[in-house]
């Protein structure tokens, strides 16, 4: 489509690039590029024209994207329009002169679209449930009685005077957990009791029963003890404030009121049960997202993980590290921000920018570098941000397209504070690393890829500055990132092996690598092909026409069911990133000769077992191995084994004469016998 691009340089106070610009956006056919001094007020003429030309309209501008909406929905413009920020993340800076490439690479990312966020409803009644010690809770229960459906459940560690008319129900409890989220939350309370009709100065309470469940909307925590769930900030609908501490209570109470009607949250989290490898078989294998959710959203189940979207905040570690790519971001999807990703490295380059510092943020981020922009120098001209809903939910695969892209470092802008759930990304940054020191790209005494933590804009730029300007040692790639986040990341290591030159070769990677090898010792290896049946990706295959066990070391993504699933105990996981063909490729682990069938020839089971078991079971004293006919049987295939048994009249239920059981009858009459002989 075509599409119309205005730059506007804020009054002057930023100076444009016109030719590295338009050198970076010559996209569509008909695409036109256009400036402007004073676009949202003197030459705002301009922009209408643009509506009425027709095409898609993106305006470098956000700080006036209201007013630009405004007037496109007056003139009944219904092409697509968009906009970006250049003025902050780019004009502004004391390298605005060098910065054109980062300018031109800006537009064209904000012109790939995102697509629309998938929601999750949720639905409260206000029924509230308050937790309090003392007549604090009270307090807070007769304020908010007029809007919400109350309940008030007291510790009874402390006496509080009864209300003198009952306006909501007052019960003694002690919350021992809670499940849910807003709208559907349970609670199990120990110790339930009623108060008396007759509490006088003081509650007085009625027989007590432990186990005692309450469903709720909302719960309002002012007991001032520990909270009911993990990271209790993120869990939507748990108001929690410390009962000594009124400006607290107060904003809790204000808060509670807004908690009744519809709501749509965000589905941050796509999951696909078939690709996760957390279990199979009653056997545990991959628990990265479970052991990193901050939230408790992510529970184990049968095969899969299970994954409450409800629950979910969006921190988006179980994304960051889910080897199989069961569980993907999708605030925007992976595949849209890969393609932005993309368009803004290669554009840069097209545009004449080189050595790309790539900085990637969040909404923390942005706000820290407006003000970079407007209180200090800016951000230097090399510095690309792209911003992201959450940084903590960075892949493995996303960070090495970046570098594959031609990024040559990456920056992770973190709070000062480290946020839950951000495990996962520095485990990301450490395995970039060691995949860039295994393929020999320098560093240049600072890592190319890292995270900056800090609060302050002005510790953010100095250490921007300090980042060496060193692009790669190769020339960027061009590939697509297709398929799955598997894919895009086998993808991405190749494209950075080709460009160091290194075919071939492994890299060793730490513990929880998404990719290795299932080394077996195959002196150990029984060929019972258990590990087949477990494994989730196909790395492990058995061939159907002979005794032989198979690998893939491209498809493992080490979740460790094989080696808990191995009865021998002879499957260790080796994390590396093997750059060999051969990786690609299915190798033969083991294979033995087959055993035939002495009755029909046709080849089963694997001859050195069955040989070995006929070895143990010939000589044994036992009925059941007595018999050669028997022992012949375990020589034939599950078809010939019928014809035999029914032939040779074999029953396989027949044995030794068995003790006849006695019964208390039985036994009484021995004795009653004994003592007539006796008497006798």
């Given at each position: ?511 929880l690598a998404p990719f290795g090898e299932a080394r077996v010792e195959v002196g150990g290896c029984t060929l019972c092909v258990a590990c087949t049946s477990v494994c989730p990706t196909g790395a492990f295959s058995a061939n159907p026409e002979t005794p032989q066990l198979r690998f893939l070391e491209d498809a493992c993504v080490q979740c460790g069911l094989c080696a808990v699933t191995c009865p021998e105990k002879v499957i260790t996981l080796v994390p590396r990133l093997n750059l ?101």
């Open positions: 489509m075509r599409t119309t691009t205005f730059v506007c340089s804020c009054e002057d106070t930023m100076p444009l690039d016109g030719r590295a610009i338009a050198r970076g956006c010559a996209t569509a056919p008909g695409s036109e590029l256009r400036s402007a001094e004073q676009l949202c007020q003197a030459q705002l003429d301009r922009f209408l024209a643009a509506l009425a030309e027709g095409g898609a309209v993106t305006v470098a501008c956000t700080a006036q994207a209201p007013l630009f909406r405004q007037e496109a929905e007056a003139a009944g413009f219904a092409a697509p329009l968009s906009f970006v920020n250049i003025r902050e993340t780019a004009g502004w800076s004391d390298e605005a002169k060098a910065a054109g490439p980062k300018m031109a690479a800006l537009i064209a990312a904000a012109e790939v679209p995102m697509p629309a966020t998938p929601l999750v409803p949720l639905a409260s009644q206000g029924v509230t449930l308050v937790l309090g010690r003392d007549a604090v809770a009270l307090e807070a229960a007769r304020k908010l009685a007029a809007t919400l459906d109350i309940t008030v459940l007291l510790t009874g560690a402390e006496e509080v005077p009864p209300l003198r008319t009952t306006e909501f129900p007052v019960a003694r409890g002690r919350a021992r957990g809670a499940t849910g989220w807003l709208g559907n939350f349970e609670v199990v309370v120990d110790g339930y009791a009623m108060p008396r009709p007759s509490s006088r100065a003081a509650y007085a309470w009625g027989p007590a029963k432990d186990g005692a469940k309450s469903r709720c909307d909302v719960i309002l925590d002012l007991t001032g003890g520990a909270a009911l769930f993990p990271t209790r900030e993120l869990r939507q609908g748990y108001l929690r404030a410390d009962p000594a501490d009124a400006a607290a209570v107060e904003r809790a109470i204000a808060a509670s009121r807004e908690l009744v009607g519809e709501f749509d949250k965000p589905r941050f989290v796509t999951f696909d049960a078939a690709l996760c490898a957390h279990s199979r078989n009653r056997r545990t294998g991959c628990t990265r997202c479970l052991d990193l959710c901050p939230t408790g959203a992510i529970t184990p189940g049968k095969d899969a993980v299970q994954i409450s979207a409800e629950i979910c905040a969006g921190c988006g570690a179980c994304a960051a590290v889910c080897p199989t790519g069961a569980a993907s971001y999708a605030l925007p999807t992976a595949e849209a921000m890969l393609k932005r990703l993309r368009t803004l490295l290669l554009t840069y380059r097209e545009a004449g920018g080189e050595a790309p510092l790539l900085l990637v943020h969040d909404e923390h981020g942005e706000a820290m570098i407006e003000a970079l922009s407007r209180q200090g120098e800016g951000l230097p001209a090399r510095v690309l941000p792209l911003r992201v809903n959450e940084v903590s939910s960075l892949d493995l695969g996303l960070l090495l397209s970046a570098f594959a892209w031609g990024a040559a470092q990456v920056r992770l802008l973190l709070k000062g504070r480290r946020a839950h759930g951000t495990e996962g990304v520095f485990r990301n940054l450490d395995y970039v690393r060691h995949v860039l020191d295994g393929l020999g790209v320098p560093d240049h005494g600072a890592p190319r890829a890292a995270a900056i933590e800090t609060d302050d804009p002005f510790s953010l730029g100095e250490a921007l500055r300090a980042v060496p300007r060193r692009g790669l040692p190769f020339p960027p790639s061009t590939h697509l990132a297709l398929g799955a986040s598997r894919e895009i990341l086998r993808q991405a290591a190749r494209a950075l092996a080709e460009g160091a030159g290194k075919r071939g070769g492994e890299i060793a990677m730490p513990a060999a063909p051969d990786a690609a490729q299915i190798r033969v682990v083991k294979e033995e000769e087959p055993f035939c069938c002495e009755r029909c020839a046709r080849p089963f089971g694997v001859k050195s077992q069955i040989e070995a078991v006929m070895r143990k079971l010939t000589g044994v004293k036992h009925w059941m191995f007595a018999d050669p006919a028997r022992l012949r049987v375990l020589r034939l295939c599950e078809a010939c084994r019928v014809f035999e048994a029914t032939e040779s009249a074999l029953d396989p239920y027949v044995g030794p004469a068995r003790p006849v059981a006695k019964t208390t009858e039985d036994w009484l009459r021995e004795a009653e016998r004994a003592k007539r002989v006796k008497e006798d």
